[in-house]
């Protein structure tokens, strides 16, 4: 059996909501957690927003005061690459799901890591494998696949890429546990098992409203009652953001076929601007009441 290798800091590089809440509970669980963005203004707007989400929780009695200081004295906000790569363990990316700049954001933590640091994609559907090859470290290349929102989400997905060794895995599945969270372990196909059953529940719902099935609140209603889904599709891929579900869904189109083609409804909101919570209008309208359906859009 292989030993996991003992880790100490963390890389997580991307500061939108998957890189805070993944550098949040990184933080929490005692790694030093270097958080880099190449806009400075970011990263510092990243930490304001963890310490405030942390604060909120605090208040609720859900975090004690002494685990949050630990946790914000473990973070360390950086917009110099190199410095953030400075004695690391393992680096996670969080950024866009673009192939070239996934594969140019490792080629640079590669130059300045050290040898022995584990390459985590949080990609939700590209290639580890391929990944791992173009940036000629396959045996240290793994996938890391958070859920949103990472301090709430027990699953985390790890990806093995046809070249990721044993030492790796082993690694980031005891990482995994420290973390809190529950790891599934899947060989690196397209869209993994999490992404690619998602998008395919996600688009049958946006193509039932297209077609006047049913309103957006009763198909999400349907899957969180009738199914137990603690949120319905529509609803998910709001807080997912549609920018990314489409993605998603044209990066499985080309790879597995017709059943992924992205719903028409899907492209005309994106090129819109309406990429769901984040933006404020997706499926829903997000305001601090709440999110509200807006079935007009049908």
């Known amino acids: 059996m292989v030993e996991p290798a003992v880790l100490r800091k963390v890389l997580v590089l991307g500061t939108g909501t998957m ?9 929490l669980a005692g790694y030093v957690t270097n958080l880099y963005d190449v806009d400075e ?6 930490i304001a927003s963890i310490e405030h989400a942390t604060d909120r929780l605090v ?3 859900k975090m004690m005061n002494a685990a949050r200081a630990d946790m914000l004295a473990s973070l360390v906000a950086t917009a ?5 790569c400075q004695d690391v363990d ?4 969080v950024v866009p799901e673009q192939m070239a700049l996934k594969i140019d954001v490792f080629t640079q933590i590669k130059r300045h890591a050290p040898e022995h640091a584990i390459l985590a994609s949080n990609t939700s559907s590209l290639s580890i494998t391929e990944i791992g090859t173009r940036v000629v470290a396959a045996s240290r290349t793994i996938g890391l696949h958070f859920f949103n929102p990472p301090p709430l989400m027990e699953l985390l997905e790890v990806v093995r890429g046809l070249g990721t060794d044993e030492a790796t895995l082993a690694t980031c599945l005891e990482f995994a546990k420290r973390i809190g969270k529950t790891p599934i372990v899947v060989r690196d196909t397209p869209g993994f098992a999490t992404s690619r059953l998602g998008v395919a529940i996600g688009a049958e719902a946006m193509r039932m409203f297209e077609s006047g099935v049913a309103s957006i609140a009763d198909i ?14 529509l609803k998910l891929s709001d807080l ?3 920018d990314v579900r489409l993605a998603i869904l044209e990066h499985l189109h080309r790879e597995i076929g017709e059943q992924f083609r992205p719903p028409i409804i899907l492209r005309q909101m994106v090129r819109a601007g309406r990429l769901g919570k984040k933006s404020g209008e997706g499926f829903y309208r997000w305001t601090d009441a709440g999110p509200q359906p807006i079935d007009a859009l049908r």
């Open 19 to 27: 890189g805070q809440g993944i550098a949040q509970v990184t933080a």
């Open 41 to 46: 203004a970011r990263v510092q707007k990243a």
């Open 59 to 61: 208040q609720k009695g």
């Open 80 to 84: 110099d690459l190199e410095a953030a």
């Open 90 to 93: 393992l680096a996670i990316e």
């Open 220 to 233: 999400d209603r349907a899957m969180e009652l009738g199914y137990r889904h603690p949120m319905g599709p």
């Open 240 to 242: 997912v953001g549609l």
